[in-house]
């Protein structure tokens, strides 16, 4: 009898042990994880550095999937204009550096959540469109958490033609908004040291 209870017993902590529940698949993330939460030390030269090179990375990949996605299937195409979200390649790159990943135009200058400083950036982006003079890339500090990469398109660009055809001035500039954390958290401490 006691063998009985002992084998039943048994049994019932093997059955109660999963085996599959994905343990050796979990390891990347795991360690991906591990990493992130390492203890860095990162200078704000760093930090900017990493975002500049993040931006100009991410504003041309972005780019090339609207483009794709507006040559591709034009009705479809205008509206992942104002949810770039729905693109998969930029859903990934979103989630992959942490980063809110927009479109935006002169409709967008007068919108209520900008800061004062990203209103005038965008004015002179604004401006420089209008008298047909080229503007570069710009890395803003908004406040003490936040970083904004700003790119101007070409207004010759499918994206400014189909996703800003409303507007009196075709322009269009990705903004791409960085959470200090989360450049630190996706920062590999290898590649931080000087």
Same mark, same amino acid.
């Given at each position: 009898?006691? *063998?009985?209870?002992?084998?039943?017993?048994?049994?019932?902590?093997?059955?109660?042990?999963?085996?599959?529940?994905?343990? $050796?698949?979990?390891?990347?993330?795991?360690?991906?994880? $591990?990493?992130?939460?390492?203890?860095?030390?990162?200078?704000?030269?760093?930090? $900017?550095?990493?975002?500049?090179?993040?931006?100009?990375?991410?504003?041309?990949?972005?780019?090339? @999937?609207?483009?794709?996605? %507006?040559?591709?299937?034009?009705?479809?195409? +205008? @509206?992942? =204009?104002?949810?770039?979200?729905?693109?998969?390649?930029?859903? @990934?790159?979103?989630?992959?550096?942490?980063?809110?990943?927009?479109?935006?135009?002169?409709?967008?200058?007068?919108?209520?959540?900008?800061?004062?400083?990203?209103?005038? $950036?965008?004015?002179?982006?604004?401006?420089?469109?209008?008298?047909?003079?080229?503007?570069?890339?710009?890395?803003?500090? %908004?406040?003490?958490?936040? %970083?904004?990469?700003?790119?101007? %398109?070409?207004?010759?660009?499918?994206? =400014?033609?189909? =996703?800003? !055809?409303?507007?009196?001035?075709?322009? !269009?500039?990705? *903004?791409?908004?960085?959470?200090?954390?989360?450049?630190?958290?996706?920062?590999?401490?290898?590649? +931080?040291?000087?």
């Amino acid at each position: 009898m006691k *063998r009985i209870i002992c084998i039943a017993m048994l049994a019932s902590a093997l059955v109660g042990c999963d085996f599959k529940s994905g343990r $050796i698949e979990n390891t990347k993330e795991l360690s991906r994880e $591990i990493k992130a939460s390492q203890i860095k030390r990162v200078t704000n030269v760093q930090l $900017i550095s990493s975002a500049d090179e993040w931006g100009k990375k991410i504003a041309e990949i972005a780019e090339k @999937a609207l483009k794709g996605e %507006l040559e591709k299937n034009p009705d479809a195409g +205008l @509206a992942h =204009c104002r949810d770039l979200g729905g693109i998969p390649v930029i859903a @990934a790159l979103e989630k992959e550096y942490g980063v809110k990943v927009e479109l935006f135009g002169t409709n967008d200058m007068k919108r209520p959540g900008l800061l004062a400083k990203e209103r005038e $950036i965008l004015d002179a982006y604004a401006y420089s469109a209008k008298s047909k003079t080229p503007a570069g890339d710009n890395l803003q500090q %908004l406040n003490d958490t936040l %970083l904004v990469y700003n790119a101007p %398109l070409s207004s010759e660009s499918i994206i =400014c033609k189909k =996703c800003m !055809a409303t507007q009196d001035t075709t322009f !269009a500039v990705w *903004r791409l908004l960085f959470n200090k954390k989360e450049i630190i958290r996706k920062l590999d401490a290898k590649q +931080l040291k000087d």
